[in-house]
């Protein structure tokens, strides 16, 4: 019996997680706090060519200086997100542009390919929704280490 009825708990709350895991932002006090970022993982993450539903990363974003697919070339990121915008670290650079899409569009898009400017809506705009707060951490984790 209570084998059984710790089972049913466990059900429970797997069914929890599951229900938040795709909304950091729904997440209640009492749901278990995301983990630091893992860079490995978040490489994983990148690395998949469909993600959560979504076009993946590595689909639009070379990790070559200077090639550009459809989005800029994230080479060297870590070096230049801090600089970015002013008063604003280059992990939160990074959030932010994963999770904002269009809150800074890069200029590195420019740089890398002058004929084709940044457009707004081009990376996806519902990664809040396609992400746990889990695996954003774990990208980011990961995008901090492209020096
Ligand atoms: C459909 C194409 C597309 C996909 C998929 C995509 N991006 Fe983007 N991304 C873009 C474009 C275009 C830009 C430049 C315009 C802008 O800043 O919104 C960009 C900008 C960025 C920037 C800012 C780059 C800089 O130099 O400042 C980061 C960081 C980034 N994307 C990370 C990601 C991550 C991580 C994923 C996967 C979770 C992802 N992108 C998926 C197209 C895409």
């Not at 708990?9 to 932002?25: D, E, H, I, K």
């Not at 898009?109 to 990376?123: G, K, L, Q, T």
């Not at 951490?137 to 990961?142: E, F, G, K, R, T």
Request: hydrophobic content about 45%.
């Amino acid at each position: 019996m209570r084998k059984a009825s710790l089972l049913v708990v466990l059900l429970a709350l797997t069914l929890m997680l599951a229900a938040c895991g795709g909304s950091g932002q729904e997440a209640t006090p009492a749901a278990p706090q995301a983990t630091a970022g893992d860079a490995a993982r978040g490489q994983a993450l990148f690395n998949k060519t469909v993600l959560n539903g979504n076009a993946g990363c590595v689909t639009c974003h070379s990790l070559t200086p200077g090639k550009a697919l459809i989005g800029p070339s994230l080479a060297g990121l870590a070096r230049r997100a801090g600089d970015m915008v002013p008063g604003q670290s280059a992990e939160q650079y990074i959030h932010l542009s994963i999770m904002d899409a269009n809150a800074f569009l890069a200029k590195g898009c420019n740089a890398s390919r002058p004929e084709m400017p940044c457009v707004a809506n081009i990376m996806p705009q519902d990664w809040p929704r396609k992400l746990s707060e889990q695996e954003v951490n774990d990208l980011v984790a990961y995008l901090l280490t492209l020096k």
